[in-house]
């Protein structure tokens, strides 16, 4: 199979999970936001955050590794050293992530609170998010998305239905607790019985894995951590906190939700992206330079393609979208638009960060995330004790969306190539002519379902209109059809080829 196949092959499966994922979370949200309400939402969110941040502190940079150098020895046609480096990593991460839970678990014993059941929840979740993290990160690896893909629509199906029914009989947020726990038990259960199929396990303990490969291994964990210090737990867990340190549970609930639904939105261009550190690595692995190059603008455009329009079009109908949850949440309108908006560059820089983090040069990314992580708490503290949410978005957004800019012209310099920056402007003209369409038929009309198929329609006009994608581009999302079903292939390449004007 060639890289383009295993690119069309994974971005299938991911379209899959991503946009299924987004349905079920967005649906499930709106109902606990309408039957818990602001404050409720905003405990239940801090859990959640609570969880995810532990998850962190206990996988040091171990599934990125396992995703990096899996692809690497795969992609070598080395099983043997790949299923050593997964049962090697796996015993250190089930030893971090029991460790980690077991600190949680004294504290509750040795602090008793009101708190306690969630936080021994929280314990619990912690060693099961690990396990589940690190699982997808071997499936990336192997290149194989459809074996987690299954397993996230399953437990996003399994925790929305569990969810809405606990919150309808007023359960409360210990058993959406319970559920979320079920849903990655589920989720390990599925990936973990096919990982089989790529890594072998019996005896892959014997197998010893040379010295300089350890070193290189330990070299990009410890990289990766540096990353997460500076730039993931600034950008995805800091706004929480200080929100509970200076605001209420309302602001924590309008700055989470919001972060939610625009990270979840950005997750579309994320589809095609997702699949390219893997694919990047292997690559690099068979010294295939020309490729990568090719790969590394295209997916730029197409990430640009997919980013821009959802940013600028959901910051354009945020006060549609803020009043789904109820007329509570119609006050986190613009902090909606700010992580529309914000999301827009960090979707782009994904594919730098994935080239980056392939050619083991993540060390520029962790100078670079330190001085903006600093620069991100001096604006948290500056801005969230006078203006709550609001100020918490602006300083995420602000300090993402800089760090994102100064990520793609440093990999672009690295590479030599140059940034087909009068293409990334046609685009983003593109999708600001469909956003402002969206934004008048939501002001006028007050529809939000009309506003967003108006803009659907417009965009894939204006990209033909301002020419803003080439032959290369219509070979990459040629290859897409052969995952589509067969009645489906005649219109999909029919309006691929719309798009290109030649």
């Not at 079920?182 to 005896?203: D, E, M, N, V």
């Not at 909606?336 to 994935?354: C, E, H, T």
């Not at 600001?432 to 108006?454: F, K, P, Q, R």
Request: aromatic letters at 12%.
């Amino acid at each position: 199979m060639s890289v383009y196949q295993t690119i069309a092959k994974n971005t299938y499966w991911s379209a899959l999970s991503t946009v299924g994922g987004l349905l079920l979370g967005v649906i499930a949200n709106i109902v606990l936001a309408r039957v818990l309400g602001a404050s409720l939402l905003g405990q239940y969110n801090y859990w959640l955050w609570l969880i995810g941040l532990l998850a962190l502190v206990a996988s040091p940079g171990l599934p990125q590794a396992m995703a990096k150098f899996g692809a690497e020895y795969l992609g070598q046609e080395e099983r043997e050293t790949a299923s050593a480096i997964f049962v090697r990593l796996l015993q250190i991460e089930l030893l971090l992530a029991a460790l980690v839970g077991g600190l949680v678990l004294v504290y509750t014993l040795a602090a008793p609170s009101s708190d306690a059941a969630a936080l021994a929840l929280v314990a619990f979740s912690v060693l099961l998010v690990s396990v589940e993290v690190f699982f997808q990160s071997a499936a990336k690896g192997a290149q194989d998305f459809r074996i987690f893909s299954q397993a996230s629509l399953i437990g996003g199906f399994v925790y929305a239905v569990s969810s809405i029914v606990a919150v309808s009989f007023g359960f409360g947020i210990y058993t959406l607790l319970v559920a979320y726990i079920a849903r990655r038990i589920l989720a390990i259960i599925l990936i973990g019985w096919k990982l089989s199929t790529h890594y072998t396990l019996s005896g892959a303990l014997d197998f010893s894995i040379p010295p300089e490969l350890r070193r290189r291994i330990f070299r990009y964990s410890r990289d990766i951590i540096l990353v997460f210090v500076t730039s993931t737990i600034p950008y995805e867990r800091l706004g929480i906190f200080f929100l509970k340190q200076f605001s209420t549970d309302v602001d924590i609930a309008f700055y989470s939700q919001s972060f939610d639904l625009a990270v979840k939105s950005m997750a579309l261009p994320a589809i095609f992206t997702a699949t390219l550190l893997p694919t990047f690595a292997s690559l690099q692995g068979q010294n295939d330079r020309g490729r990568v190059d090719r790969l590394y603008l295209s997916s730029n455009r197409i990430a640009a393609a997919v980013a821009m329009p959802i940013g600028l079009g959901g910051a354009a109908v945020a006060s549609s979208v803020a009043l789904l949850y109820g007329p509570e949440f119609l006050a986190m309108t613009p902090i909606l638009a700010i992580f529309f908006v914000g999301n827009i560059a960090g979707s782009i820089a994904s594919v730098s960060a994935s080239m980056l983090y392939s050619m083991e040069e993540q060390g520029f990314m962790v100078r670079l995330n330190g001085l903006m992580a600093l620069f991100n708490i001096s604006l948290s503290l500056l801005l969230i004790p006078n203006y709550g949410a609001v100020g918490a978005a602006i300083a995420t957004c602000g300090c993402h969306t800089v760090s994102s800019a100064i990520c793609i012209a440093h990999t672009a310099r690295r590479l030599q190539v140059d940034l087909p920056f009068r293409v990334l402007s046609r685009v983003g003209m593109a999708a600001l002519s469909a956003a402002v369409v969206a934004w008048l038929l939501s002001t006028w009309l007050g529809g939000l379902v009309v506003a967003i198929a108006a803009a659907f329609l417009v965009y894939p006009v204006m990209l033909r209109l301002y020419a803003a994608l080439d032959d290369s581009d219509q070979q990459l999302l040629f290859r897409l059809s052969q995952h589509l079903p067969q009645s489906l292939v005649p219109a999909y390449q029919g309006f691929v080829n719309f798009l290109v004007r030649s």
